[in-house]
C-alpha cells in the first residue's frame, strides 16, 4: 500500500505507470491532462469522477476514501461516495460495448458481449472479491409443438473465489422451480437476501456458495430474452439500493448481446420444472460427444452443420429429455 498524505499524491504514485495512467484514463472516460489537473489542484474533479475512480481502483479504495474524508473534512462525503460508488456503469464502457456490437461477427457476438459485459460487472460489483458468481441466462427456443418457451439455460458465466473464474463448465437448465424462471415469466427484476430461507414465498434454486441473489429480466420492446442473475456468497448483499440498480443497468446493456428475435412475448413464457444439478450433470456428461456426433450424422447426410448450430441442437434434446424425465417423476 503506498504511503500518501492526500488523495493527490496516491493518484499520482499510481498514475507514474504509463499503462496504468492509460487504464484510469479509459475507465473515467476522461484526458490524461484531466488527472494531471486533479493532481496539481488546478480543478476539482465532479463527485461522479471520485466515484469511477473508486471503481477503477478498487484495490486503493479504503485509503482513497479516507484521504478525501480527511482533505473535505465531512464525514458524509466519504458516506456519499460509498453509498454512490457503484450507482452507475462507466460512460466509456459503454462505448467499448457498442464498438463490438459493430465489429463482432454473428457467430462471436453473443459470447463475445456477454462476456466483456460481466467482466466489467464481476469487477465493479465486488472490488473486494468476498465471492461473486454472474450468469447471463437464455431462453430456449420456444417447443415446435406450442410456441411456448419451457426451460431457461445458464450460458456465458464469470465467478470470483469461492467460485471459479470461469462457470460455464456448471452451466445447467433452469425453470419455473428457479429465482430466474419467475423473473423471466413476471418481467420484473427480484432479489432474495437469504437463499436459506425456507418461509420465502419466491422460489429458489440455491447453488453453492449461494448465500444471497438478485436476478434481472433482459428485456427489448416488452419481450424479454432472458435473465441476469448474481449470486453472493454472503447474507443480505443486495440490500442498497444503488447496488441493485446497478445490476438492472447491465441487465439492460446486456440486450446488446442478442439479436431480435431471440426476445420473446411475455405470453410465450411457460416454464416447467427443470430436474436438480445434480441429476442434470449424468445428461451433461457427453456433451462434447453428443455434438461431434450430431455434426458427423449431418455430414454424412450431406447436410453439414456448424459446431454452433450442431451445439443447439444437442441443447434443444437435452431439454426435451430432462423436461420428459422430470414430467415422469
Same mark, same amino acid.
Given at each position: 500500500? =503506498? /504511503?500518501?498524505?492526500?488523495?493527490?499524491?496516491?493518484?499520482?504514485?499510481?498514475?507514474?505507470?504509463?499503462?496504468?495512467?492509460?487504464?484510469?484514463?479509459?475507465?473515467?472516460? @476522461?484526458?490524461? &491532462?484531466?488527472?494531471?489537473?486533479?493532481?496539481?489542484?488546478?480543478?476539482?474533479? =465532479?463527485?461522479?469522477?471520485?466515484?469511477?475512480?473508486?471503481?477503477?481502483?478498487?484495490?486503493?479504495?479504503?485509503?482513497?476514501?479516507?484521504?478525501?474524508?480527511?482533505?473535505?473534512?465531512? /464525514?458524509?462525503?466519504?458516506?456519499?461516495?460509498?453509498?454512490?460508488?457503484?450507482? #452507475? &456503469?462507466?460512460?466509456?464502457?459503454?462505448?467499448?460495448?457498442?464498438?463490438?456490437?459493430?465489429?463482432?461477427? #454473428?457467430?462471436?457476438?453473443?459470447?463475445?458481449?456477454?462476456?466483456?459485459?460481466?467482466?466489467?460487472?464481476?469487477?465493479?460489483?465486488?472490488?473486494?472479491?468476498?465471492?461473486?458468481?454472474?450468469?447471463?441466462?437464455?431462453?430456449?427456443?420456444?417447443?415446435?409443438?406450442? *410456441?411456448?418457451? =419451457?426451460?431457461?439455460?445458464?450460458?456465458?458465466?464469470?465467478?470470483?473465489?469461492?467460485?471459479?473464474?470461469?462457470? #460455464?463448465?456448471?452451466?445447467?437448465?433452469?425453470?419455473?422451480?428457479?429465482?430466474?424462471?419467475?423473473?423471466?415469466?413476471?418481467?420484473?427484476?427480484?432479489?432474495?437476501?437469504?437463499?436459506?430461507?425456507?418461509?420465502?414465498?419466491?422460489?429458489?434454486?440455491?447453488?453453492?456458495?449461494?448465500?444471497?441473489?438478485?436476478?434481472?429480466?433482459?428485456?427489448?420492446?416488452?419481450?424479454?430474452?432472458?435473465?441476469?442473475?448474481?449470486?453472493?456468497?454472503?447474507?443480505?448483499?443486495?440490500?442498497?439500493?444503488?447496488?441493485?440498480?446497478?445490476?438492472?443497468?447491465?441487465? *439492460?446493456?446486456?440486450?446488446?448481446?442478442?439479436?431480435?428475435? /431471440?426476445?420473446?412475448?411475455? =405470453?410465450?413464457?411457460?416454464?416447467? @420444472?427443470?430436474?436438480?444439478?445434480?441429476?442434470?450433470? /449424468?445428461?451433461?456428461?457427453?456433451?462434447?460427444?453428443?455434438?461431434?456426433?450430431?455434426?458427423? #450424422?449431418?455430414?454424412?447426410?450431406?447436410?453439414? @452443420?456448424?459446431?454452433? @448450430?450442431?451445439?443447439?441442437?444437442?441443447?434443444?434434446?437435452?431439454?426435451?429429455?430432462?423436461?420428459?424425465?422430470?414430467?415422469?417423476?
Amino acid at each position: 500500500m =503506498h /504511503e500518501s498524505e492526500t488523495w493527490r499524491e496516491l493518484l499520482r504514485t499510481i498514475i507514474s505507470d504509463p499503462r496504468e495512467r492509460q487504464r484510469v484514463v479509459e475507465a473515467l472516460g @476522461v484526458r490524461a &491532462i484531466t488527472l494531471t489537473r486533479w493532481i496539481n489542484k488546478e480543478s476539482a474533479p =465532479h463527485p461522479q469522477n471520485l466515484r469511477n475512480l473508486l471503481n477503477a481502483l478498487p484495490q486503493y479504495r479504503e485509503q482513497l476514501l479516507e484521504l478525501i474524508r480527511e482533505e473535505t473534512g465531512l /464525514e458524509e462525503f466519504s458516506n456519499a461516495i460509498l453509498d454512490d460508488s457503484s450507482k #452507475e &456503469i462507466p460512460s466509456a464502457f459503454y462505448i467499448r460495448v457498442f464498438a463490438a456490437r459493430a465489429t463482432t461477427t #454473428e457467430t462471436m457476438r453473443f459470447w463475445s458481449i456477454s462476456n466483456m459485459i460481466l467482466q466489467q460487472a464481476v469487477g465493479q460489483l465486488d472490488p473486494e472479491r468476498t465471492g461473486m458468481g454472474i450468469v447471463v441466462v437464455r431462453c430456449m427456443i420456444p417447443s415446435q409443438i406450442d *410456441n411456448k418457451v =419451457h426451460s431457461l439455460r445458464e450460458s456465458v458465466a464469470v465467478g470470483t473465489p469461492p467460485w471459479p473464474g470461469n462457470l #460455464e463448465q456448471k452451466a445447467m437448465f433452469l425453470g419455473a422451480e428457479s429465482l430466474c424462471g419467475y423473473v423471466v415469466t413476471v418481467c420484473r427484476p427480484s432479489s432474495t437476501q437469504n437463499v436459506d430461507d425456507q418461509q420465502s414465498l419466491i422460489p429458489a434454486h440455491k447453488v453453492e456458495y449461494e448465500k444471497s441473489a438478485s436476478v434481472h429480466p433482459i428485456l427489448y420492446a416488452g419481450r424479454v430474452a432472458g435473465c441476469l442473475l448474481v449470486s453472493s456468497a454472503e447474507y443480505n448483499y443486495f440490500l442498497s439500493p444503488s447496488r441493485f440498480a446497478l445490476i438492472d443497468q447491465y441487465a *439492460n446493456l446486456l440486450a446488446l448481446a442478442f439479436e431480435p428475435h /431471440e426476445f420473446y412475448e411475455p =405470453h410465450q413464457i411457460e416454464l416447467r @420444472v427443470m430436474p436438480s444439478q445434480e441429476i442434470q450433470k /449424468e445428461y451433461f456428461a457427453d456433451f462434447r460427444q453428443r455434438v461431434a456426433n450430431t455434426m458427423i #450424422e449431418a455430414s454424412r447426410k450431406k447436410q453439414p @452443420v456448424s459446431s454452433v @448450430v450442431a451445439e443447439q441442437m444437442v441443447w434443444q434434446q437435452l431439454e426435451e429429455e430432462l423436461l420428459q424425465l422430470s414430467a415422469q417423476k
